[in-house]
């Protein structure tokens, strides 16, 4: 007995979109900073500085919600 409301599961799309991301993340993660050490004579100190905050961030950003999400919150009655 066939379904007739399934489709079948394409994972081409899956791949597709996984390929592009990893070739995003080294276009971005790899050629960028060199673009702007070589090309735009931005120190690399700050290169870096700047490409470490994506790291900070999911570092710092699960905590930072949990402690948010922690915080009791207070109503004002009337």
């Known amino acids: ?3 007739e409301n399934h ?5 081409w799309a899956l791949f ?6 990893t ?3 080294s276009i971005y993660g790899l050629a960028l900073p060199n673009y702007y050490i070589y090309t735009k004579s931005v120190s690399s100190s ?3 500085a700047i490409s470490s905050i994506a790291a900070i961030t999911y570092i710092f950003g699960p905590l930072l919600g949990r402690l948010i999400l922690n915080v ?3 109503t004002f009655d009337n």
């Open 1 to 3: 007995m066939k379904n």
């Open 7 to 11: 489709r079948n599961y394409r994972f």
């Open 16 to 21: 597709a979109a996984s390929f592009i991301r």
């Open 23 to 25: 070739f995003y993340n």
């Open 46 to 48: 700050l290169v870096g």
């Open 72 to 74: 009791k919150r207070t």
